[in-house]
């Protein structure tokens, strides 16, 4: 039965009163000549004949029926349409005439079908005209005029047909051509004036229920083939689409004040001369203008104003290059002297960092919003050039204050994305941002998309850059309707604007304006793109721009006079002439004044830290205790854990006693104890909840009930801050940026990203480079996010086995040449670095590093090379006396063995860093060479303990000095670490290596090979022979 409750439920297409009535506006009753399909679950519910396996059948036998009524067998015939005359339930159906037929049975039946006179035709043409209106919904867009210079980037098939009033009988068949691909069930010319009532899943009718066919086509081609084509039909929710067909069918909806108008051809100045004004100026720099698709400002305007009326207060965006500027000027107001100094390339930056050019910088501000009189901040994120990197940036951004201001339905706090029409369709991280819209954890409860579709992506057309006949498919996926609308009819923009912006607050769901508009000049103002596009820009050489072709509209309907427009646009070439008079006083740069978020607070009102000193990240024995204790144990009442589970919180509750702790229990008391100082915590990735390796378990399941879970580190303290663990989407990248924005949103919370193994972090490489590694330098924002990346040669092969420590190391900002002179190396290198580097090798310097993270009076990146087998080692556990208060992050942990006793004699510090610590000391053991060869771990690779490592290596004065790695010579450490060692020690000494060969893979698929690897690096590493003939 449920399979049939669905298919009734998609094709109840009228009478489903509780979803018409709230849209349609009391349509009169009239009475109907003919009942449009009706629902036939509800009746046929009490049809005895109908059951669950038969419902499959019946609603084949009802398409079947729709196309040719001829096609089903006569009982079925009767039955669907005595159903949709309004038979009772139950009395639709007729028994078909049994072989020993009863006369009176058998003239029953057929006294149905033959009480209605010419019922055959009448039923057909009504099928064939809601098929018409159907197609019209369904591929009306296909025909709209979207294209302002006619050249239509999407092919499909046949050029736009103009339609008069009076539909005439040329472009009725044009139009049956196109929309239904061949004949339309007999519809003819003499149809064209016989009144056929209306399905409920229309609008056009307005107050009508019944119109004649030309009415009916000609309110159709206004609601669907003009300058607006809706793509909708694909949303498999009935309501959705009613609401969709409610705002663009109904007659008049599309209506205008002048005041409204006039506000639109203000906007629409602004936007126009601003561009003017920077080409007027700085007539050869790049500025990735607007021009050709101005509209973009009136736009954006519109559904912020729509959005601010609905409750909104917070809009994040994101945006690429092409009229960034316009948008900071016009949309979120930045100041214009702001902007154009900017242009002056003699002014200075006064912050710290690179610096970014002005088209990527980003932005915050709060204003009054004149329209709904309300207040609302606008965020613009920064972005890399790397086009639709910052999607998932600003959703997770987005997220973050949704979180923090308890925003749980996005009600308060919105993301408007705008996309390239080249990038959007060419990206994968548009298709991966997608994918996160409806995730619980990750929802922004709906994003405006807007697409600046110029047609182009910089030199190659559509046809060479997409496969898919719109640039905007990709949001197919989410069903989230996609408007199309012609950007040079701004009144129809601005409509589009305000349902999708009504459409976001009625739905919480992603929907897309595809502005169809060109690109004025080439990809920058300096391009030719007569090379590459002549025809194209032929014709739009002869395009009379946007705003004169709005204004003469409006001159010529008396909505403003000549004099009024041009007084429009001299007030604001003049505030534009003021802002550059006062731009020229600009000293210097401050590349503050663009941050995207900043952190009242945290700073002091310079922008500096609060201090330079790190607190004991050491924590008492009492909370240490509590913490293990809610962690080895089912924190709620009648709660069935899967005994497996109860085995490994028994042994956690073990440890507790034993005053121990392994990896997850150091991640546990990390957690814990911030959360208990208010800091919120989010962990995301794949799988993390029960943690890839099966040693986390932060989420346990109830074994008897479905979807019963328990989240013990939520259970802590009274007033503890919310826990966040959140099994993500198959995404690095995607997921990555967005745990990237949502730590841009507070310093105060302790925002981790792990990956499946360290090796798939390269998928999200984008973010890694272009946000995480320089954001600092290139837009003053500090970001501390921290990546989990499992590492760790294990014999599993080269794509299970290296997180790339060398990449991240390559990427460090420290001076390998230099030892730095300061007093404090434990803060103020970390300060002055762009990242941290770590491979913890004790659980309780991982418990450190983690709770550092939040304790340091600034936020760094934080690289992690996690372990896997380390995780179970029995030899990898820390004391409680590690982690006590005084306690703190070791950035290198020295040999506390008889090596160490009695430095003098020691022939060989071995350097090493993470799991293959654990490797060394065994052999070394074996070998009997604990007072022979010394091993010092480098726990914190960069910033690179140069001050530390230095002691280390003078305490051993007759040591030769090795690095050991278990990774390949030419990936791992050795290149990072090599030169920095040696500065240490002023270059007195060599630094051998005992490691892996170089080679192109990671790791070999071999396990003997392994093996046989790490037996020959360890034999080196203890050979003190190895380097006899190389020194
Ligand atoms: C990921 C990425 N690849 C390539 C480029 C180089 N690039 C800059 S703009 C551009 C064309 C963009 O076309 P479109 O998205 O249609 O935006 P438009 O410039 O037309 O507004 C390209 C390929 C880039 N910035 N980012
Ligand atoms: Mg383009």
Redesign the pocket.
């Known amino acids: 039965m449920l399979n049939l409750r669905t298919c009734a439920a998609k094709l109840r297409p009228l009478t489903a009163s509780q979803t018409v009535k709230t849209i349609s506006q009391h349509r009169p009753a009239a009475p109907r000549t003919f009942q449009q399909i009706r629902c036939y679950s509800a009746p046929v519910a009490a049809e005895p004949f109908l059951s669950g396996t038969s419902s499959n059948y019946v609603e084949e036998m009802y398409y079947a029926w729709l196309e040719n009524p001829k096609s089903v067998h006569k009982s079925w015939d009767i039955f669907f349409r005595n159903a949709n005359a309004g038979a009772a339930p139950g009395t639709a159906y007729q028994s078909p005439p049994p072989l020993s037929t009863r006369l009176s049975t058998l003239s029953q039946a057929q006294f149905l079908v033959q009480a209605q006179p010419n019922v055959d035709k009448l039923v057909e043409d009504h099928l064939a005209v809601q098929s018409l209106i159907r197609a019209y919904q369904v591929r009306g867009h296909h025909i709209a005029k979207l294209d302002p210079l006619g050249i239509s980037c999407v092919n499909f098939d046949d050029a736009p047909v103009t339609v008069s009033p009076n539909v005439d009988l040329a472009v009725f068949k044009e139009r049956l051509r196109v929309l239904t691909v061949g004949g339309f069930y007999g519809l003819d010319e003499s149809d064209l004036d016989k009144v056929f009532h209306l399905p409920t899943t229309t609008f056009i009718g307005g107050n009508e229920s019944a119109l004649p066919l030309r009415e009916i086509i000609r309110r159709l081609e206004m609601a669907y083939c003009q300058h607006i084509g809706v793509e909708f039909m694909f949303i498999n929710d009935l309501e959705q689409c009613q609401w969709i067909r409610q705002k663009f069918e109904t007659p008049g909806i599309m209506q205008f004040t002048s005041e409204e108008k006039r506000t639109l051809l203000a906007r629409l100045v602004r936007s126009t001369r601003f561009e003017e004004f920077l080409h007027r100026k700085w007539s050869s720099e790049k500025r990735?203008g607007l021009e050709g698709c101005e509209v973009l400002i009136p736009a954006l305007k519109t559904i912020i104003d729509k959005s601010s009326e609905k409750g909104v207060d917070y809009v994040i965006m994101g945006m690429?290059?092409?009229g960034r500027l316009n948008v900071l000027a016009n949309v979120i107001r930045k100041e214009l002297e702001q902007i154009f100094c900017q242009f002056d390339s003699k002014l200075e930056a006064a912050d710290e960092g690179s610096g970014d050019v002005k088209y990527h910088l980003g932005m915050y501000h709060r204003r009054i919003n004149r329209v709904t009189d309300r207040n609302i901040t606008l965020s613009l994120v920064a972005n890399p050039?790397?086009?639709?990197?910052a999607d998932p940036v600003v959703q997770g951004k987005t997220k973050a204050e949704q979180f923090y201001c308890g925003d749980t339905e996005g009600k308060k706090v919105m993301s408007i994305l705008l996309?390239?029409?080249?990038?959007?369709a060419g990206?994968g991280i548009v298709y991966e941002t997608f994918h996160l819209s409806d995730l619980p954890s990750y929802t922004t409860h709906g994003t405006v998309h807007v697409v600046?579709n110029?047609q182009?992506?910089?030199t190659t057309d559509p046809r060479m850059a997409r496969s898919s006949p719109y640039p905007t498919d990709v949001a197919r996926v989410v069903n989230a309707p996609i408007f199309h609308v012609n950007a040079d009819d701004p009144e129809a923009v601005v409509y589009v604007c305000n349902v999708a912006a009504e459409w976001r607050s009625t739905f919480h769901k992603d929907v897309v304006v595809d502005l169809v508009c060109y690109?004025r000049n080439g990809?920058n103002e300096m391009d030719e793109p007569m090379f590459t596009q002549p025809l194209m820009y032929k014709q739009i050489r002869k395009q009379k721009p946007v705003l004169q072709k709005y204004a003469e509209l409006l001159i010529s309907q008396g909505v403003v006079n000549q004099l009024e427009y041009e007084e429009e646009i001299a007030k604001y070439d003049k505030i534009c002439e003021e802002a550059h008079a006062r731009s020229k006083d600009e000293k210097i740069l401050h590349i503050k004044h663009w941050l995207d978020s900043p952190w009242p607070g945290f700073f002091t009102l310079d922008g500096q830290p609060r201090s330079m000193t790190c607190p004991s990240t050491g924590l008492n024995e009492e909370d240490l205790t509590h913490i293990g204790q809610v962690a080895s144990s089912v924190p709620v009442e009648d709660f069935t854990i899967h005994g497996g589970l109860s085995r490994i919180l028994k042994t956690r509750g073990e440890m507790v006693k034993n005053r121990t702790v392994d990896w997850a229990l150091a991640e546990y008391m990390a957690f814990g104890s911030l959360l208990k100082e208010g800091i919120h915590i989010r962990l995301s990735g794949q799988d993390v909840e029960r943690g890839t390796f099966s040693h986390r378990h932060h989420v346990l399941h109830d074994q008897n009930v479905d979807k019963r879970t328990c989240i013990p580190m939520n259970h802590l303290w009274p007033n503890q801050a919310p826990y966040t663990v959140c099994n993500s989407s198959l995404s690095e990248y995607g997921v990555l940026g967005f745990e990237l924005g949502f730590a841009m949103a507070s310093p105060n919370a302790l925002v981790l990203w792990e990956a499946q193994f360290g090796d798939f972090h390269n998928t999200a490489q984008c973010i890694i480079d272009q946000f995480i590694c320089p954001g600092q330098a290139k837009w003053v924002r500090q970001n501390g996010i921290v990546l989990l990346l499992p590492h760790g040669m294990e014999g599993m092969g080269p794509e299970h086995s290296s997180a790339r420590p060398e990449r991240f190391l390559q990427m460090c900002n420290d001076d390998p040449d230099v030892f730095p002179k300061l007093d404090d190396f434990d803060v103020r290198q970390l300060y002055d670095c762009n990242w941290i580097v770590v491979n913890c090798s004790t659980p309780a310097n991982f418990f450190h590093v983690l709770r550092r993270q939040i304790l340091l009076p600034f936020r760094k990146p934080l690289i992690i090379f996690t372990p896997k087998s380390l995780l179970r080692h029995p030899e990898a556990r820390s004391s409680f006396d590690d982690m006590l208060p005084g306690t703190h992050f070791l950035r290198v942990i020295p040999d506390g063995g008889p090596a160490a006793q009695s430095p003098e004699q020691v022939k060989r510090v071995l350097f090493c860093t993470g799991k293959v610590y654990y490797d060394l000391t065994r052999e070394r053991k074996a070998r009997q060479m604990e007072a022979d060869v010394a091993i010092t771990r480098v726990e914190q690779l960069s910033p690179f303990p140069f001050d530390l490592l230095q002691q280390e290596a003078e305490k051993y004065p007759a040591a030769e000095l090795v690095w050991c790695q278990e990774e390949h010579k030419n990936q791992g450490y050795y290149d990072y670490v090599k030169p920095r060692l040696r500065t240490t020690i002023d270059r007195a000494k060599p630094v051998w290596y005992a490691g892996r060969e170089p080679a192109a893979a990671p790791a070999t698929g071999n396990k003997k090979t392994h093996l046989t690897e790490l037996q020959r690096l360890l034999d080196t590493a203890f050979n003190l022979d190895a380097f006899k003939d190389l020194a």
Do not use: M, Y
Request: no cysteine; charged share 15%.
């Open positions: 990735f690429p290059h092409r050039s790397h086009l639709e990197a996309h390239g029409d080249a990038a959007f990206q600046v110029n182009i992506g910089f690109r990809h």
